[in-house]
């Protein structure tokens, strides 16, 4: 599976866009792009997921090039409360939940 | 929806020591289940992962060991804890939503081995 990279932290503030960009430059045809949150002491949550173009849900929102070597996370008025790791992993379809993990981005959001 | 439970919570246990953790899975039937675990504070890793009842399959070779007593327990195990094995231990469940497969994390284990 494609090695994602993504920057180790970020900062930002109370109200503010946050995107958090993420290389896969080895993606493969049926690979898909997952995003997930982690809080201290409990386990990664399901942020978003997609293949291409623009994903969009009641959290985050997902942008994903016509070459897909890459992703953003968006997160929009971020506020305390998202500040977390965020991990991008890239997985094969059909290739059940067998997930690898990178170092994430550690967001911090400053009042 | 599915439910994990992960006990106990946290532990504390001296080098050399046993480990059981378990993990057990509601609101699903013959899941698939995962291992990881997490050291410090960063970057999860696969242990093992079961695809049913007896079948196991390690990731990656250590001091540990899993088993599949029955469709919805997952138990990690140790004969004689090392320092190294000391995380946070999280079981997972993937489900399907639509067209999303999503992977669904356990509350987690703590341990510290001293």
């Known amino acids: 599976l494609a090695k994602t990279t993504q920057p180790i932290s970020m900062d930002s503030y109370e109200g503010q866009e946050v995107n958090i960009t993420c290389s896969h430059n080895?993606?493969?045809?049926?690979?898909?792009i997952t995003w997930y949150q982690q809080f201290p002491s409990q386990g990664p949550r399901f942020i978003i997921q997609?293949?291409?173009t623009k994903v969009t849900n009641e959290v985050a929102s997902l942008f994903i090039p016509a070459d897909r070597k890459s992703s953003t996370l968006s997160l929009p008025r971020v506020s305390l409360s998202d500040t977390a790791v965020y991990y991008c992993?890239?997985?094969?379809?059909?290739?059940?939940?067998?997930?690898?993990f990178g170092q994430g981005t550690e967001l911090s959001v400053k009042p | 929806s599915q439910t994990i439970h992960q006990w106990p919570a946290t532990l504390v246990q001296p080098v050399g020591s046993p480990l059981s953790l378990e993990c057990t899975v509601e609101?699903?039937?013959?899941?698939?289940l995962y291992w990881y675990r997490q050291a410090a504070g960063r970057g999860l890793q696969l242990l093992f992962y079961?695809?049913?009842?007896?079948?196991i399959s390690s990731e990656v070779p250590q001091n540990l060991s899993a088993s599949r007593p029955q469709d919805r327990q997952f138990i990690l195990s140790s004969k004689k804890l090392l320092l190294s094995d000391s995380g946070f231990y999280l079981c997972?469940?993937?489900?399907?939503?639509?067209?999303?497969?999503?992977?669904?994390f356990g509350p987690g284990t703590r341990l510290t081995v001293l």
């Open positions: 079961s695809v049913g009842i007896g079948q």
């Open positions: 609101g699903t039937s013959n899941p698939n």
């Open positions: 992993l890239v997985l094969r379809y059909n290739q059940g939940g067998k997930l690898i």
């Open positions: 997609g293949y291409k």
């Open positions: 080895n993606i493969a045809t049926n690979d898909y």
């Open positions: 997972a469940c993937p489900t399907r939503r639509g067209t999303v497969d999503e992977q669904f």
